[in-house]
């Protein structure tokens, strides 16, 4: 059973810094592309970033320079290291793999 679980969300400050993570199970981690999707209050699911297994990454624009995905492919865990943030990066975040999501992490971004 394919299992995932994010932390590491809370409440800060704009221009302050986060790193979510996300502990995976139930697959072999290092052959998928694992991927951050965010859904602010009241909206739609948003792409944020994903990784490939070959290494490579995607970024969505608004995050684009900001935010940092990477793996620990012997921890099977996921991060996105989120900095200069923004109160429109306020949103429940969850990290993917192909259909699978994961109970999310909220993150606040306020003064």
């Known amino acids: 059973e394919v299992q995932l679980q994010a932390s590491g969300g809370g409440l800060v400050q704009p221009g302050g810094s986060l790193r979510l993570s996300c502990s995976a199970s139930g697959f072999t981690f290092s052959r998928y592309t694992m991927t951050w999707i965010r859904q602010a209050p009241g909206k739609g699911f948003e792409w944020v970033s994903s990784?490939?297994?070959?290494?490579?990454?995607k970024y969505a624009e608004s995050v684009k320079g900001r935010f940092t995905i990477s793996r620990d492919n012997a921890k099977n865990t996921l991060y996105l290291q989120m900095d200069s943030l923004k109160p429109e990066d306020t949103a429940m975040y969850y990290c993917?793999?192909?259909?699978?999501r994961g109970q999310g992490t909220q993150v606040t971004v306020s003064s």
């Open positions: 990784l490939y297994s070959s290494g490579s990454t």
């Open positions: 993917t793999m192909a259909q699978h």
